[in-house]
């Protein structure tokens, strides 16, 4: 989990992620079928047609469903906000009584005379409000965008729905769009022609795993220990280009593979990568959204490379590692999962907390970072999980996580989550004799379940302990499903880990969640906070509250940039030379100096003692 503060007056939060809805494939009568047409060509109002073809009714009403939640979102987002102009016809084209009987759902009268429905989708992009957790009406990654002749992000859920008892019917979804658009995808397109593209799945669940970014073809491929694997972009001004993130996603991608080894087995995978021009009409809830084979991502297009890599670094590792969990080990709550009367899993410890870990733990691994930034990263986890409450039982939360007071905590399955994850790889690492981790009991579990065979909820620590030690069973019902938090100084230093308190550069422009700058949002400019406590930054260079911030380094600054300078800041070291033009009364002018960086005191991580060096590296290299 990150979070990047943007615009000073929000924190613009990654956030994820998505498990699967696997299901079973029911028998079904020959040739029965459930067709979906798509018109991207004739966009009117910013709103796209869709005709849905029905199967045979055999029941006198019937209802037309489109989902109240997508699995893994863990928010109510009723998709039928966006769905207008609900109408069905039979085959003579008369017109159905329809009833719309809650936000996502329509009642069909004389169902057994319907042959077909339409209805107009708006795109959830253009409505979004606010930034960060919880104040996204629909995580962008999860949403859809319609941008006429340019970009259509298609999320199927957000488009397709299902007619009540068919959800086990095949769909074929015929998606007509201009010449200029290319769709990059994970499924294969039977249609030949340019203009429209034909795609066949073998029921709902996999149509709506199955996303397509719309867009001036802009795609890499490359293939990765028998996976091939595209990356799809689409940059509003052309800033960003597929072959430019392209090297370091290979190097990323062939390090997960390589950590993984045995255990996946995806034949193909895309990542769509969509990248946010943040005018008011465009996405702002920025992270990702995974897929049994693909990743859907939203950042702002303004982020410099560097950061943007590194984002994609983070977040798509974190995505693809779901492979593991819930892909091929889930419970019966996500293999059969409702999308509109959802029953949520006790296990989002495992579901996301064991696969941040593992989008972690893989760097170090595979030596993409070292061992320093891993243990601080660490920290920060047990900085931001002793913040929330560390009391409430993490499966108490999983299964509630829908409503108050467990929804406010789901942000906890990124910190807290990781952190069992690293202390159950500890436990097993030590009672193994380093042999084997938390990686090793994944592989198990993936071997007496996968993909097709759900477990029950309230049996699976059972499962885990029978498949490891006593000791992870006691830790499980103790801090996991019990209210003890963890005493994480314990587990860490049975790798000769321990805590330490030491002096930390902080940013410039922010202290924790606060900033100290702020925007005219009519002249975009960049502004000195009056009135607060500047540090020592400030102080040293002479800068006052109330100035205005015109460039540094002979590069301007406004809103319009200003997510580049805070990460530029970043970079800065002490006594670095410095130059500031300001603006004070109404006068330009320029101060230079040298940098003083802000220093804060926080508790770190550090191997001090020798003697565990061996546990040490079998749990960070093995």
């Given at each position: 989990m990150k979070r990047i503060f943007f615009a000073l007056a929000f924190a613009s939060v990654f956030w994820s992620c998505k498990t699967a809805g696997t299901g079973t494939t029911m028998s079904k009568p020959a040739m029965e079928k459930v067709a979906v047409a798509i018109d991207l060509n004739n966009v009117k109002e910013d709103k796209v047609m869709v005709v849905v073809t029905s199967p045979k009714i055999s029941l006198d009403e019937v209802t037309y469903s489109v989902p109240k939640i997508v699995p893994g979102t863990y928010s109510i987002d009723d998709y039928g906000k966006y769905i207008e102009d609900f109408k069905a016809f039979d085959s003579k084209g008369t017109l159905l009584s329809t009833t719309k009987t809650d936000e996502n759902t329509w009642t069909i009268k004389n169902a057994k005379t319907l042959a077909k429905i339409t209805y107009l989708v708006n795109d959830t992009f253009d409505t979004e409000k606010g930034s960060g957790f919880g104040n996204i009406d629909i995580f962008s990654p999860a949403g859809t965008n319609i941008d006429a002749g340019k970009n259509f992000m298609l999320n199927m859920h957000g488009?397709?729905?299902?007619?009540?008892?068919?959800?086990?019917?095949?769909?074929?979804?015929?998606?007509?769009?201009?010449?200029?658009l290319w769709g990059a995808t994970s499924m294969t397109d039977m249609d030949s022609s340019t203009t429209n593209d034909l795609f066949t799945t073998a029921r709902y669940a996999e149509l709506v795993e199955n996303p397509i970014m719309y867009a001036k073809p802009d795609y890499t491929t490359f293939t990765v220990d028998g996976m091939e694997i595209l990356i799809g972009v689409?940059?509003?001004?052309?800033?960003?280009?597929?072959?430019?993130?392209?090297?370091?996603?290979?190097?990323?991608?062939?390090?997960?593979?390589?950590?993984?080894?045995?255990?996946?087995?995806?034949?193909?995978?895309?990542?769509?990568?969509?990248?946010s021009s943040l005018t008011p009409t465009d996405a702002k809830g920025f992270g990702a959204l995974?897929?049994?084979?693909?990743?859907?991502?939203?950042?702002?297009?303004?982020?410099?490379?560097?950061?943007?890599?590194?984002?994609?670094?983070?977040?798509?590792?974190?995505?693809?590692?779901?492979?593991?969990?819930?892909?091929?080990?889930?419970?019966?709550?996500?293999?059969?999962?409702?999308?509109?009367?959802?029953?949520?899993?006790?296990?989002?410890?495992?579901?996301?907390?064991?696969?941040?870990?593992?989008?972690?733990?893989?760097?170090?691994?595979?030596?993409?970072?070292?061992?320093q930034e891993f243990y601080t990263r660490m920290s920060e986890k047990i900085e931001h999980a002793n913040a929330m409450n560390d009391t409430m039982p993490f499966t108490t939360m999983s299964a509630n996580v829908l409503t108050e007071p467990y929804k406010e905590q789901y942000l906890n399955v990124y910190e807290k989550g990781a952190l069992i994850g690293m202390c159950l790889d500890i436990i097993i690492r030590e009672k193994s004799n380093g042999q084997r981790g938390i990686l090793d009991l994944m592989q198990k579990l993936s071997t007496e379940y996968g993909a097709a065979k759900p477990f029950n909820d309230e049996e699976l620590f059972a499962k885990i302990t029978s498949l490891t030690y006593p000791e992870v069973g006691t830790f499980l019902t103790t801090y996991v499903s019990g209210a003890t938090p963890i005493p994480y100084e314990t587990?860490?230093?049975?790798?000769?880990?321990?805590?330490?308190?030491?002096?930390?550069?902080?940013?410039?422009?922010?202290?924790?969640?606060?900033?100290?700058?702020?925007?005219?949002?009519?002249?975009?400019?960049?502004?000195v906070i009056p009135a607060i406590e500047l540090n020592d930054f400030y102080k040293n260079l002479g800068i006052k509250g109330g100035d205005i911030l015109v460039s540094i380094n002979d590069k301007s600054y406004s809103l319009d940039n200003i997510y580049e300078m805070i990460t530029i800041s970043q970079t800065w070291k002490?006594?670095?030379?410095?130059?500031?033009?300001?603006?004070?009364?109404?006068?330009?002018?320029?101060?230079?100096?040298?940098?003083?960086?802000?220093?804060?005191?926080?508790?770190?991580?550090?191997?001090?003692?020798?003697?565990?060096?061996?546990?040490?590296?079998a749990w960070l290299k093995a």
């Open positions: 488009f397709v729905g299902y007619f009540q008892d068919k959800k086990d019917l095949p769909y074929t979804v015929s998606i007509s769009h201009p010449e200029t689409y940059s509003p001004s052309g800033k960003v280009t597929a072959e430019s993130i392209t090297p370091e996603m290979k190097t990323m991608m062939t390090a997960q593979k390589t950590f993984l080894g045995k255990i996946n087995a995806t034949k193909k995978y895309s990542v769509l990568l969509y990248l995974e897929h049994p084979t693909a990743t859907t991502v939203v950042l702002p297009e303004m982020m410099p490379k560097a950061e943007l890599v590194k984002s994609m670094q983070d977040v798509v590792s974190h995505e693809f590692f779901h492979i593991v969990t819930p892909l091929s080990i889930h419970s019966k709550e996500i293999h059969y999962f409702d999308y509109n009367t959802p029953k949520m899993s006790q296990h989002l410890w495992m579901y996301e907390g064991v696969t941040e870990y593992f989008a972690n733990l893989f760097q170090i691994n595979q030596g993409l970072i070292t061992e587990y860490l230093s049975k790798v000769g880990v321990t805590k330490s308190m030491k002096q930390v550069p902080g940013n410039v422009f922010l202290k924790g969640q606060t900033p100290y700058i702020t925007v005219d949002q009519k002249t975009k400019e960049i502004i002490e006594n670095d030379s410095i130059s500031i033009k300001i603006k004070r009364d109404g006068k330009e002018q320029v101060i230079k100096g040298k940098v003083k960086l802000p220093y804060e005191e926080k508790e770190g991580l550090n191997a001090t003692d020798t003697t565990k060096t061996t546990l040490k590296e």
